[in-house]
């Protein structure tokens, strides 16, 4: 992997592509991502009390979400990634967001007052990412391919469980794990998987939005497909700079700035399994060039976002699959993704046709797009064998980072901040990689090391 081989890609990173295949394959980037980069805004909205500004949010995610995306495959003077790196709000933010949201709540705040003081301290957390950028050479020999391997494979693991929960039927569905809807996650899988083995390009190119299509009609013909009133919002939403003000607290800020440090380490893992699926170097000088401009655009993208009152940005996982599956992998897709995110944004009466697509068609078509991120950290962990010492790395963090997921309440007796921050497979065993890695020695040092000890004793 020294050396670019874009075998097997119907468009590789640089190659320009025409019009209508952009198009399709920018679509099913954004089918695949929207329910993520809207879910957070909801969720923060209810839990503090704003839902009179939730439809402002979910238009400012969206937006920020586009310009972050055009920014990374864009990569003007060093600044991004160029490549197709999807910008979204990572939901291991949602914990200390909302911790700190409720400490203003608490104190009386009103909703604005607690959108001012997220807004501030996001944005002086966004210097964070951008630090780090300029060190990357040292956190390059922290981050070797077993603890970036490790990481990539733990966050597609957490985002199966996402497709699985959809496609059941949704987060706290009366109809949950419901025959038909395991048929209609299947029947879109199926589509999916069948015209992404045609030897068509054509058929390659549109394989998510036809496997979407095909469960809609399917959903629609069975009466499963249950058309929701559309959110009272204007037809065009112009965006303002602080629109809520600007605060700032240390309580709150430190919590923040703690998982801008880990999203950074999710970043290197998702713009590694980038670089592998798009057929790039993950070594090297090029390799560590793109690492640099693709975390010093995430810390770009958070300083968009509080300036136009959207949560925290960083590089999200899930257009690696759609890479995988259509083989498109050039960078002026990327740049097409972040224009339709923009007019998502901006006109949000098409974000909320999206959002009417049935729960069990997005878990189908999102299940093999997310089991291609794990299959790409497996990929990136074994590039070199594994010995004795990488195994047990991989055993520990695996180990601990899924058990804490699977059984969350093992950290209940601990802060809410220990909570939050280690309550997530990703970060707990991405952690521990990190450290397993520095503290473990290295087995080529130990003959060197008993040779040395022969000779001082002689």
Known sequence: MSHSDEKGLLYGLEQRIGPAPAFFAALQHVLASVVGIITPPLIIGSVLGLQAYIPYLISMSLLVSGLGTFIQARRFMGVGAGMICLQGTSFAFLGVILSGGLMVKARGGSPEDIMAMIFGCNLIAALIPMLISRCIAPLRKVLTPVVTGTVITLIGISLIKVSITDWAGGHNAADFGAPWNLALGALTLLVIVALNRSRNRWARLVAVVAGIAVGCIAAALTGHLQLKPMAESSWLVMPGFFRFGFNFDWAIFVPIALVSVISVIEAVGDLTANCLLSRQPIEGEGFQRRLQGGILADGISCVLAATFSAFPNTTFAQNNG?????????????????????????????????????????????????????????????????????????????????????????????????????????????????????????????????????????
């Open 322 to 458: 759609v890479i995988q599956m259509t083989g498109v992998a050039s960078r002026y897709v990327g740049m097409v993704i972040g224009l339709m995110l923009v007019l998502l944004g901006i006109f949000p009466v098409i974000g909320n046709l999206l959002q009417q697509i049935p729960a069990p068609v997005l878990g189908g078509a999102t299940l093999v797009m997310f089991g291609s991120v794990v299959a790409a950290g497996i990929r990136v962990m074994t590039q070199t064998p594994l010995g004795r010492r990488e195994m047990l790395i991989v055993a520990v963090s695996f180990g601990l980072g899924l058990g804490v997921e699977a059984v969350p309440d093992v950290l209940k007796q601990f802060p809410m901040l220990v909570t939050n921050l280690f309550g997530h497979a990703v970060t707990t065993g991405g952690i521990l990689a990190i450290v397993l890695n520095v503290i473990l020695p290295s087995e080529q040092t130990r003959p060197a090391l008993a040779t040395a000890a022969v000779e001082d004793s002689q």
